[in-house]
């Protein structure tokens, strides 16, 4: 294991930090638990927007992973001990590529956990329409990693501008702006879920697996090279 | 090794480094300066850790910046002491030996532990070590790799004097090996006991550089203004001109005597001999700029 990536990860794991994730990921389980009980079950569309799309993949996903990538180099450089790490012979690649594989690996197990379970309950152990709402919000969650580690590099108050692109974009702007949704994570998050189990979603933005899987690619990559890219210029405290 | 040459660095309006060029040889140098004058901006873009607005800093014939290949030939220990809490001090030395590529991993660790005296608090967290105890497994974390340069910035903060002792010695027996050490501090003595050469920086600007032993003695041609409260300030004056460690001597509107002296040494022992022989009483004797700042001030203007 990479010295970068335990060091990142144990960084990661405080107990505190744990216990929120843990609370916000139970949030849409239990929410999906109670309404599925209930005699008023929602049809699929409704249960999507709601639960998946605004709960899930909006609001929950984006909280946790924002709340734990924005850190992974963000402390380092609050307590400006990132230098340790960038007066090392390492290529910046290999300080930039453990970051963020210890940012997904402690945030997926908290998205992926709770969307597993919420679609576990909602879609009666439906193994197609699980497997799409647990892959959609893994790739949903590396997504939102790659762009929130690289705002951890750009701004001290990564977690603030975090929150309002959160709130307002993604959650605001790309609900009711057509024009937006095209440029939101959640958007093509949604967008693969639709094309991995198209008999039970149904795909209203036309966007088509294809599209979302390469959309999902380019956007990974591209704040990957702007993260490998800002920490070899950036001036290191 | 290490050349630094015509650089600058601004931000925005306000020049902290200005056109600095010097060489730093094997053996110990120290880059001596008061708060704020720009050693640690000046160390930053030496390390590659912040770029230049102008000029250029190689190391080993190579450009610093964005260079990591470099890096494992070099071990900084930069001023601020924040340390990983939750790590304990062999983790964070062996943590800092994986990033550096050591091969004998174990050997490199406990040798540096070792160098810096701390066999008996390595399993630790660090979070629990004193101030001096921190600056000492830093250390340990820099020469894991047994670099061929090292650049301190302010290493003794926090150490107590039998560890500055200590770490003079270890750095001196580093040098004899053939290292290259950078080391900074605001403070003339602690530099004095291990620096061969001296870099002066005030203001941003390479005010003097050179062995020790001239910055030294222009230091010991500075005038020195000290002010005397005395019983007869007049009487005192009157006498005290005539003594040949006095330059020249005024009388503040509140009635002490300021004196100008080049040779402060002798004034003490005839200022209190001369006020016994003509029965003035002194109150109060006290050098009015005796402060660092004044000190690198003198040798700027000269």
Known sequence: MSAVFSLTLRQLTGRWRLVIMSVLATMPVIFTALVVRSDSAPFVSAFETVVLSTMLAGSIAPL???????????????DRTLANLTLSPLPRWQIVGPKLAAAVAVAAPFVVGSAFLTSFFAFNRDATAIAAVTTSAFVGVLMYASLFVWLGLMTKQAIAVGLVYIVLWEGF???YVSGIRFLSIRHYAAALMHGLDPRRFVDDAHVGLGVAIAVAVVVFAVFVLLSIRKLRRMDVP | MIRVDGVSRWFGNVVAVSDVTFDVAPGVTGLLGPNGAGKTTLLRMMTGLADVSDGAVTMFGEPVRDNPPLYGRIGVMSEHETVYGFMK?????????????????DAAV???IELVGLEHAAHLPMGTYSRGMRQRMRLAGVLVHDPEVLILDEPLNGADPRQRVQFQ???RRLAEGGRTILLSSHILEEVEQVADTVLLIVNGKLAASGGFRAIRAALD???YHVRVVADAPRELAAEVVRLPSVDAVNVDPDGALILLSRNV???QIELPRLAQRASIGLRRVEPLDDSLESVFGYLVEH
Do not use: H, T
């Open chain 2, 169 to 171: 010695d270890l750095l």
């Open chain 2, 89 to 105: 001090g062999r983790e964070f030395v062996r943590m800092m030996g994986r990033l550096r590529g050591v091969s004998d991993l």
């Open chain 2, 221 to 223: 041609q500075r005038p």
């Open chain 1, 64 to 78: 946790i992973v924002v709340s734990i990538a924005s850190v992974a180099f963000g402390n380092e450089v609050d």
């Open chain 1, 173 to 175: 702007f790309s609900g």
């Open chain 2, 110 to 112: 406990e040798r540096a």
């Open chain 2, 265 to 267: 040494r002798d004034l």
